[in-house]
């Protein structure tokens, strides 16, 4: 029989993170600390509305770009959030949640043989959709040395003339590292002098913990270029409703909803209504969330350095990355040991990119009583070793 699978598609590898989830689900009294989930419920005046939709019969198609009351109340907060100012009419789209966000908004961008920047470590998806979009995957590998932030020096090295498009995954998923205003500062004039255009992935914009989030679109000549990519998963544990949008200039965004008419055809219209909901009575929640998170950050770090990991303090997401060297196993063994030995799951480092060897991403996205026990679990694992 002639071969019914697409060499592209088998050639990309699956998530180096559903692995560990599908044996944690399978193994007796195994606790995950590598979930991206919030651990709390979706603020119940957000799933109040979303019922109400219900009952009101709301369950017909909407636009292909989404509710206009969606989108008007998403360029609202992008105004009171960023002081940037969006159309939301022919500038915002609604998407079924960020990933598709970035994967419509590649295919829409790229030519075959296109170059992308991709810094790593970072979120699974980027590498894989860049090469479903016919473009060509160029990694940057950020260093724990520069708190794991994309420099000047590093992007000027990695430009050539085939490339288009920079994506940029900050806060980061999986180190936590943020780019603050001066960071962002730095880049933006290679930016627009090598005429490159932005993908900029700002799920975690709401969790940092040592200043505002700061986008690139707000800086001089770049709203024109980038494209900003958010959603509701993560600021308000709304990871189930699969809502994201994509902000960015109309002629791209024309483009993006054409593959999204055809594709999807809209994003589901009850999470839609409870989006709204959301938007205009949320921030009390994302303040107590963020709090919470924060608090958990903190203990979680100190308590991995007392126990003897090296790590750099993260200041956005809800991940820390601390760095296994010195126990001198690679970050999937030391993983997978973990597992076995003392059923507790993390992710290591590598399945966030090659450059993330040597390293784990561990969530705290779980109650501090949680994180005690996993804690246990894990210095009980270190000490055990022998070079340590």
Not at 195 to 209: F, N, P, R
Not at 222 to 238: C, D, H, P, V, W
Not at 330 to 349: I, M, Y
């Amino acid at each position: 029989m002639r071969n019914p699978l697409s060499k592209k598609i088998v050639n990309i590898q699956p998530s180096g993170i559903r692995k560990f989830f599908d044996i944690v689900n399978e193994m007796e009294d195994a606790i995950s600390l590598g979930v991206g989930e919030p651990d709390f419920d979706t603020p119940w005046h957000i799933r109040e509305e979303g019922i109400y939709s219900l009952e009101q019969g709301r369950t017909i198609y909407t636009s292909n770009a989404g509710l206009m009351q969606l989108r008007e109340e998403i360029c609202q907060y992008i105004n009171r959030k960023l002081h940037t100012v969006y159309d939301p009419k022919e500038e915002v789209m609604v998407t079924v949640g960020g990933s598709e966000a970035i994967d419509v908004a590649l295919r829409a961008m790229l030519d075959s043989g296109d170059e992308v920047l991709v810094p790593q470590p970072s979120y699974v998806s980027y590498v894989p959709c860049v090469t479903l979009a016919d473009g060509v995957p160029v990694i940057i590998e950020l260093q724990e040395k520069d708190e794991f932030k994309l420099t000047r020096e590093q992007l000027l090295d990695n430009i050539t003339d085939k490339t288009k498009i920079l994506i940029l995954p900050f806060p980061n998923n999986p180190t936590g590292s943020i780019m603050t205003y001066e960071d962002l500062k730095d880049i933006v004039d290679i930016i627009i002098e090598k005429d490159l255009y932005v993908i900029s992935d700002e799920i975690y914009s709401e969790l940092t913990y040592s200043s505002k989030h700061v986008s690139i679109a707000s800086f001089p000549g770049m709203q024109e270029r980038t494209i900003l990519i958010n959603g509701f998963s993560k600021a308000y544990a709304m990871t189930g409703w699969r809502l994201g949008y994509a902000a960015g200039p109309k002629k791209i965004l024309k483009q993006m909803i054409k593959i999204h008419q055809f594709a999807i055809m809209c994003a589901p219209t009850t999470s839609q209504y409870a989006a709204i909901e959301a938007l205009k009575n949320g921030d009390s929640d994302i303040e107590v969330m963020r709090e919470s998170y924060n608090e958990r950050r903190r203990f979680l770090l100190k308590a991995l350095r007392e126990i003897g990991f090296d790590c750099f303090e993260p200041f956005g997401a809800f991940y820390v990355f601390p760095s296994i060297r010195k126990f001198g196993m690679t970050s999937d063994e030391f993983a997978n040991r973990l597992l076995q030995e003392e059923k507790l799951a993390v992710v290591p480092g590598t399945a966030f990119g090659d450059c993330g060897e040597g390293f784990l991403r561990i969530s705290y996205a779980y109650s501090i009583e949680e994180l005690k026990t996993a804690l246990g679990r894990l210095e009980h694992f270190i000490t055990k070793l022998d070079n340590f």
